[in-house]
């Protein structure tokens, strides 16, 4: 490799298995009634035409979307009921290309749908269903996903194992994938809840934004404390030293991403610049592009391609995704970006 479009070059030959928390993100279009004769605080939002619903991949789902968008060869792992939100699911997982392997028992009560309420295409309302009463897989699915996971090892480049606290991890999945994919030597990439953290120690990459990362290493956040690098690098050695990780990476938003390996530490400053950017997905985005770069370069390498996909998804409105060709894009226009052993 010669440079870091060399590496985005092999990730149609690369290949992902993500497992985790899978939502369905529904957007209905309307409009605000004015006048609530009922309340004079609440107002009330009117559906509009049923077909101008559109449905994305949400939580782990979006991770895999954007491992096809990509041209990565993707396969998707999770607990799964059959109703109407996952028939959804299914046809999009098939529109991306996306080998599905659902895993369905009595404990997966009903599919996690998003529904964002919009009016002339800006989100005014948010509403949440299947989440009450959460439980993790049987523990014969879980025996059942993790001997799936053995057997397709040979045909699995990194695992990327994506917690939303929906109940995927709650129990010890993660620890017994980690445990056989190191075994294997098979790169785990993680990205956690501060809840479940203990589930995932000793994989190969661990990816919290900064809020997380402090809730999992000193138990609070400060939201008022100003960035700064320093402190930024120091919590990104504590993070991995916490998860007992190969390497860590924390990313703090509008100021860029901290890389620590156990021996180098790097600060990237963000490549977007947009005035409230709108980073919704940008974590699946950062964690997917290190899960195929690290494949075949290092990953600080992987960290600097994350940093510069997140900043074309922050530009986006929504659940977005960035692609294997608007990265080589990009980085033919910033050559000074391209050389392999850049340091911010």
């Known amino acids: 490799m010669d440079s870091l479009s060399s590496i985005v070059r ?6 992902a298995l993500v497992i985790g928390d899978v939502a369905l993100d ?3 279009p309307g409009i605000l009634r004015p006048y609530n004769p009922e ?3 609440v107002s009330i939002f009117v559906d509009g035409d049923p077909k101008l619903q559109t449905y994305k991949l949400g939580c782990a ?5 954007n491992a096809s968008m990509l041209d990565a060869s993707v396969s998707i792992m999770y607990h799964a009921v059959e109703d109407e939100g996952n028939r959804h699911l299914r046809n999009l997982f098939d529109g991306y290309s996306i080998f599905e392997i659902p895993f369905y028992d009595d404990n997966k009560q009903s599919t996690i749908v998003k529904e964002r309420c919009t009016v002339d295409g800006k989100d005014v309302r948010r509403r949440d269903t299947g989440e009450y009463d959460l439980k993790s897989p049987l523990p014969d699915t879980i025996d059942r996903i993790v001997s799936r996971v053995i057997t397709g090892f040979s045909q699995v480049g990194a695992i990327i194992l994506s917690d939303y606290n929906k109940g995927a ?5 993660a620890q017994r994938i980690i445990q056989v994919a190191n075994q294997y030597k098979i790169k785990t990439i993680v990205d956690m809840k501060p809840h479940n953290f203990k589930e995932f120690e000793r994989c190969t990459v661990a990816k919290c934004n900064d809020r997380e990362a402090s809730l999992i290493v000193m138990g609070e956040y400060d939201e008022n404390k100003p960035f700064s690098i320093s402190d930024g690098l120091s919590l990104c050695r504590e993070f991995r030293s916490k998860m007992e990780a190969s390497s860590a990476i924390v990313t703090y938003r509008e100021h860029g ?3 620590y390996d156990g021996n180098k530490e790097l600060y990237l400053p963000a490549t977007n610049n947009q005035k409230d ?3 919704t997905g940008a974590g699946d985005t950062v964690g997917t592009i290190v899960a195929l770069a690290i494949q075949s370069g290092d990953i600080f390498q992987a960290a600097r391609l994350a940093n510069i996909g997140a900043g074309r998804v922050v530009a986006k409105p929504g659940t977005a995704t960035v692609s294997d060709l608007e990265l080589l894009s990009h980085l033919k226009q910033h050559p000074e970006l391209n050389n392999l052993n850049f340091d911010a």
């Open 10 to 15: 092999t990730f149609p030959k690369l290949s």
């Open 26 to 28: 529904k957007f209905t």
């Open 39 to 41: 309340s004079k605080t």
């Open 61 to 65: 789902g979006n991770v895999a979307a």
């Open 169 to 173: 991890f709650k129990t010890n999945l």
């Open 257 to 259: 991403m901290c890389v």
């Open 277 to 279: 950017p709108d980073v």
